[in-house]
Every structure is written in structure tokens, then in C-alpha cells.
């Protein structure tokens, strides 16, 4: 079992930066590719951005890419999201996910992670 908490997040100006960290305990946090969603009201979950478990790969959706860094620190056991230029759409609760080895799923969908956090809310004011 994995077990991920969120945090980082607040309340920002259009423009303005965050950033998001997600703790891992339990199992090594070194085994699982790690994966940022977000869910705005109303809306379904959506994918933001991956990394591979070296940190080496990294993937982002295309509402966020060039906005969004993540990253990984496998020492700490954590992964990170470094959001700026933000936006009132990227209002959201924002999850960290992992996935085992053994999840051979697409790693921009649900059913490719098997833990998540419990989510911490970004609202972005316009």
C-alpha cells in the first residue's frame, strides 16, 4: 500500500505560481510512475501531467504544457508540480496518483494509477 498527501495548495491571482508537493509513504515511492489529475466542479477528472520512475520522462496534457513542470525526488519521496502562468481555468482539486509496475494502463487515465491522495484545492482568481 502507498499511501499520498497533497499540499500547496491556495488561492492565487490570474498570473500568479504555485506549487504542489505529494508525500508517499509506505511502500517505496521509487517503484510507481507518478501522475498529477485535477477535477474541477462539475467536471470530470482530468489528466495534468506524469513522470516516469527515474524522473528521466516526463508527459503533460496540453492545457498545461509549457506552464507545468513536475518533477520527483525519490530520496524524499515526493513529486512535485511547479504550476505558473495560472489561470482562472485551472481552478481545481488537484490529485496525486501512483502507479505500480504491474499497471501496464495508459498513464493519462484513471485506471492507470492505483493510489491517490485526497486531493488539495487551487483556486485561481480572475
Known amino acids: 500500500q502507498v499511501q499520498l498527501v497533497e499540499s500547496g495548495g491556495g488561492l492565487v491571482q490570474t498570473g500568479g505560481s504555485l506549487r504542489l508537493s505529494c508525500a508517499a509513504s509506505?511502500?517505496?515511492?521509487?517503484?510507481?510512475?507518478m501522475g498529477w489529475f485535477r477535477q474541477a466542479l462539475g467536471k470530470e477528472r482530468e489528466f495534468v501531467a506524469r513522470?516516469?520512475?527515474?524522473?528521466?520522462?516526463?508527459y503533460y496534457s496540453d492545457s498545461v504544457k509549457g506552464r507545468f513542470t513536475i518533477s520527483r525526488d525519490n530520496a524524499k519521496k515526493t513529486v512535485a508540480l511547479q504550476m505558473s502562468s495560472l489561470k482562472p481555468e485551472d481552478t481545481a482539486l488537484y490529485y496525486c496518483?501512483?502507479?505500480?509496475?504491474?499497471?501496464?494502463?495508459?498513464?493519462?487515465?484513471?485506471?492507470?494509477?492505483?493510489?491517490w491522495g485526497q486531493g488539495t484545492q487551487v483556486t485561481v482568481s480572475s
Open positions: 496518483a501512483a502507479a505500480s509496475w504491474q499497471n501496464s494502463a495508459d498513464r493519462t487515465t484513471l485506471s492507470g494509477y492505483d493510489y
Open positions: 509506505g511502500r517505496t515511492s521509487s517503484s510507481y510512475a
Open positions: 513522470i516516469s520512475l527515474s524522473g528521466g520522462a516526463t
